[in-house]
């Protein structure tokens, strides 16, 4: 007996302690998922709309148990053998995207509210796929080994596809789906191909792991270890809608319904951002000298394309507003990539100014977005020009809109994108990348004209007989609509009176020393 209580006393336990608390927040949202879906099935037709306000419940509970976490660095799910390595970190920069996904989830339930009731979408299957791809999302930048990784990148992904086309009869909303799957299932593929050949050189997938063990590989893996690991940014680069892999985006935003376009230019893209941080960063520093040249490069060419590509926009073609969205989140994306690359050189405490930046692209973005959803209520055809007289119609919608756009062109009064912008600028400038730092001024001007054009839009008086119309009084904004542009408003005008709250992200220590 003796014998047998040491052995029992030096051998680890193979029973683990789950830390609830830490992952309420992927919890909640999953549950809730389940209960729409199966509610659904006794709720009746009339009462469909209770399935919505119940999602809108749940997420705002998921957001809110963030708040006793915010101390951070709490794992569970660790190794027996060595405690260390966990699949699942609620770290400061877990929980700084965890805040932006969910509430950014928050905000599109609340548009969505309105759209499944006007557009007759199947409300059930409607909040039950939002409300997953909200949970794999919330996981994602908790995720510490490649498994749990890539599990949470496509629990976010495939019910966005089913999402963009959640249209019925919509040619354009079915062709979006198709085109957004294919592509994004062929990333995800090579991402599994790299993902193996990691395993292979390393024999981990956790990252810390991974990280040490990719410090000395063997000589005659090494090229398979640096194939790897340039397989394995494919799929994130796809999410993060960098160039090559942009092609699905405008095509998607315009047939996917306006808050699920919202919802994957902010809540996708962070998806995209967050496991391309993870795996630099954590998993992969030893071949920094690989993938930082490289999404310098991507940072480059995303944003120069992005840009033009938006510049080129007609105010009068159908569609134009969403497709001048869509591009710029594409030049967007190519800041955000650029502290990535800057990490490379100096360091991984530059990835704050990508969360920093995030954070405000966030809340503008799905403002713009949410604009967006209230003027298509009586011009369907989404296009510019349809903006023109807002002030006169719409007076504070019209300045909410011109704010949006001025934090997006990094102006006054518009403070925290031009806070953001230089926190990102600076981040190039301190990696030695003095040629990107270039590359982002000259493309910050560029875009400067196509946002500036489309705010000098909404004062414009209405001509002819867009101005008989206006004369007209508006007709009443949804209270969900009007909420969600409240929300963002109010957020971007605090954050632009007190930066630092955005800005001390770009400052702090995000993952365990």
Known sequence: MTVLSAVSAEAPSLVQSVDWLAIAPVVIPAAVALLVLIADLFV????????????????????????????????????????????????????VVQFLVLAGALVTALLSVTAVRDTRMPAGEYWFLLLSSAAGAALLPASRDLATLIVALEVASLPAFALVGMRRGDRLSSEAALKFFLSSVTATAVSLMGISFVYAATGSLHLTQVADRLEDVPGQLDTVAMVGVALTLVGFAFKTAAVPFHFWVPDTYVGAPLPIAGYLSVIGKAV?????????????????DIWGPALAVLAALTMTLGNAAALRQSADRPNSAVRLLAWSSVGQAGYLLVPIAAAAYSGRDQIGSTLAYALMYAA????????????????????????????????????????????LAGLPPGIIGLFAKVAVFQSAVDAGLGWLAVVMAVNVVIALYYYLRWTALLFRAPEGAEAAEGAQPPTKAPWPVTAAIVVTAVTAVVVSGAPQLVLRVASGSLFPQ
Not at 56 to 81: E, I, K, Q
Request: hydrophobic share 55%.
């Open 272 to 288: 995209g951002f967050t496991g391309l941080i993870l795996v630099t960063v954590i998993a992969f520093p030893a071949y920094s």
């Open 44 to 95: 009746a037709e009339n009462r469909k709309p209770l399935l919505g306000w119940i999602s809108v419940a749940g997420l705002a509970v998921s957001t809110a148990l963030l708040l006793p976490l915010r101390a951070g660095d709490r794992s569970t799910f660790c190794l027996t053998a060595d405690p260390a390595a966990c699949s699942y970190t609620a770290d400061h920069f877990a929980l």
């Open 364 to 407: 503008v973005n799905l403002g713009a977005f949410a604009v967006a959803a209230l003027v298509a209520r009586t011009k369907p055809l989404h296009r510019i020009s349809d903006y023109r007289g807002l002030y006169a119609e719409r007076p504070m919608v019209a300045l909410s809109m011109a704010f949006f756009l001025l934090c």
